[in-house]
């Protein structure tokens, strides 16, 4: 098992930037890809970003391409999200991910784990 606890959500205007990370713990010994994924209200759960295990293949929405960031630092079981130029179709509440193996997956049902997320919102 792998608990995921995010943080660095809050309030921001438009063109702000905001860094969320999520901590990992428990399992994390093996090896497993991390993801951003986001759900904005009434809409369904989407992809964001996502990184491998080695830090060597990140992918991104094209949405959010250009603008954010993910990294991840294995010694400390920790990955973020730097977001930059944000944009009031960002705010959403912002979920991180862990998926076992080492590729990056874009898609939600590739992972196994899961945190509760942390609120966005971007004011015009």
């Known amino acids: 098992q792998v608990q995921l606890v995010e943080s660095g959500g809050g309030l921001v205007q438009a063109g702000g930037s905001l860094r969320l990370s999520c901590a990992a713990s428990?399992?994390?010994?093996?090896?497993?890809?991390m993801g951003w994924f986001r759900q904005a209200p009434g809409k369904e759960r989407e992809f964001v970003a996502t990184i491998s295990w080695s830090s060597g293949n990140t992918i991104y929405a094209d949405s959010v391409k250009g603008r954010f960031t993910i990294s991840r630092d294995n010694a400390k079981n920790t990955v973020h999200l730097q977001m930059n130029s944000l944009k009031p179709e960002d705010t959403a509440v912002y979920h991180c991910?862990?998926?076992?193996?080492?590729?990056?997956?874009?898609?939600?049902?590739?992972?196994?784990?899961w945190g509760q997320g942390t609120q966005v919102i971007v004011s015009s």
């Open positions: 991910a862990a998926k076992s193996g080492t590729n990056a997956r874009i898609e939600l049902k590739a992972y196994n784990y």
């Open positions: 428990g399992r994390t010994y093996s090896p497993y890809a």
